[in-house]
């Protein structure tokens, strides 16, 4: 729950968290605005990079809220597998297939998350 967008960018910089890759979740009541606008910004963005999974937005509400905690670690877990494929590939110079994404993998079983407009959800 962010205040501003001020706030959302500052901790968003490379110098500060490194534009990290990473999975915004809020209630519904908290998902619109500003704030969001920025954040799906972010999401667009990462998403021409085509390399792993670019962050992700996902809203809960009380429909959907007792299975957040799982979904958010799995998620936690496969964006972290990204990272050290990401880092590997900078170490080693081969190519990581977009759909091989373990981060991707998870998001396409989540139907309310946004995680860029250039990726389809398998047989869709």
Known sequence: MLESVEEFQFLMQKNVMGDPRTIFVGTMRHMAGPVYTEARSKVLREDEVRLGAPSCIDSYGASNRDEIFERIGKLTAAYLR????????????????QRSSPALEELFKIPTAFYGNRLKRPGK
Not at 82 to 97: C, F, Q, V
């Open 82 to 97: 990204d990272a050290e494929e990401r880092s590997r590939i900078g170490k080693t110079g081969t190519a990581l297939l």
